[in-house]
């Protein structure tokens, strides 16, 4: 006679992974095969929108002839979407527990986003917008100081308190001229808030969760590009059936489009970031690298407007919408990225020399962003090869043989 196999325990509570409310506890650094959760990347979703209205406006500012303010009030705008990402990231890099509550917390920060993108020509609503995802961000780090005990509730007090509103809801009542530069005040202010909070107690964020974060926000960014420069030049071709102006635009900028995804994706930054101060600067650099892989759209779309003769500006200004942010992108991805990857005074020099090369192409007029392109498909091909030169057998063994394959 054989007996049955005991029945299972019956839990009175659901294991603690599966309950819907847990404590919000910090991550291990450590962790193996963490990767991008769903939530982040339908979070990321919200960014594509705001990111194409900021280049919109920002054409459009271009176009009727208001470029200082048009470039000053994108800057501004981008900042606030950026910035909002980046706290979300960092956070979510160190705390992400996804039970219930985080995740309608990150659905409300969500929707602040749509409320900032829906308002960027208003600057009312974009303050509101941006009140509702700090207020988001100011819960989580309470439910963090909620769950924690000594240095770690220190710091994650720190966080709630420095995300505190009444500074941005106090521009409100300042007069119009004067809010961009009480924005660029607050905007300093808010971005000492991680210098001062951590110095209590470092939060356990993981490099390479970090660098796929920040990678695919870049992916994205190029991507809005590629789609604004599509547009601009289906529009065109639409408008006239003369292509001979509109081809050499849409040539070189998939050349710069190319070489950009080329350039920032060449190297595992992941082992850079091994300390706080490595990742501030490596994370707020990143600004630029944004800021200006975005604004080549922009500047895509003005040429093209130029050339169907719809904006009212010089050729020399239509051409510098497009290389000055590619040189920006080219030369800040090396400073943040490249230049800790290159072996000697050639492979480090590859990339600011391309920067300063895609400048001088401002001046060639109808053919600018072509030439800028090739230069820019040139650098890739430069880099390349001398990467793998330095590999070789050839020249030489040791710290050169273990040159990442790529510019």
């Known amino acids: 006679m054989t007996s049955s196999p005991a029945p299972p325990p019956v839990c009175s509570a659901a294991p603690a992974h599966h309950r819907p409310l847990r404590r919000l506890t910090a991550r291990g650094r450590d962790e193996t095969h963490r990767g991008v959760s769903s939530l982040e990347l339908f979070f990321d979703l919200c960014f594509i929108v705001a990111m194409a209205q900021a280049g919109a406006q920002l054409v459009r500012a271009i176009v009727e002839g208001h ?116 924005f660029v005040v607050m905007a300093l202010l808010e971005m000492a808030v991680p210098l001062y909070a951590e110095r209590a107690h470092p939060t356990p964020w993981h490099p390479h969760h970090i660098a796929e974060r920040y990678g695919l926000l870049t992916l994205i960014v190029l991507g809005e590009t590629i789609a604004a420069a599509t547009l601009a030049v289906k529009s065109g071709i639409d408008e006239r059936e003369d292509l001979g102006e509109l081809l050499p635009i849409a040539a070189g900028g998939l050349l710069i489009i190319f070489a950009a995804w080329w350039v920032y994706f060449a190297v595992p930054i992941h082992q850079h970031l091994r300390s706080n101060r490595q990742s501030f600067l490596w994370g707020y650099g990143h600004y630029l690298i944004f800021v200006s892989g975005a604004a080549i759209g922009a500047g895509l779309e003005v040429a093209v407007e130029h050339a169907v003769g719809k904006a009212h500006l010089s050729a020399l200004r239509a051409a510098a919408a497009v290389t000055l942010p590619t040189a920006l992108f080219l030369l800040t991805v090396w400073a943040l990225h490249s230049r800790f990857h290159k072996v000697g005074i050639a492979q480090q020099s590859v990339l600011p020399a ?54």
């Open 354 to 407: 391309t920067a300063l090369l895609v400048v001088a192409c401002t001046f060639l007029g109808h053919w600018a962003v072509l030439a800028a392109g090739l230069v820019a498909a040139l650098a890739v091909a430069a880099g390349v090869t001398l990467t793998a030169l330095g590999a070789s057998p050839e020249r030489g063994r040791g710290e050169e043989s273990d040159a990442v394959p790529a510019l």
């Open 67 to 182: 470029t200082g303010e048009g470039i000053l009030d994108y800057l501004l705008i981008f900042f606030a979407i950026w910035w909002a990402w980046m706290n979300f990231t960092w956070f979510a890099s160190a705390y992400d527990n996804d039970d219930v509550l985080y995740r309608i917390v990150t659905l409300l920060q969500m929707a602040g986003v749509l409320v900032l993108t829906a308002g960027v020509s208003a600057y009312l609503v974009v303050i509101l917008g941006y009140v509702i995802m700090r207020l988001a961000m100011t819960a989580q780090w309470l439910r963090v100081a909620r769950s924690s005990q000594g240095p770690e509730r220190t710091m994650a007090l720190r966080y709630a308190i420095g995300l505190y509103q009444i500074g941005w809801l106090g521009l409100l009542a300042l007069p119009e001229a004067g809010r961009p530069w009480v």
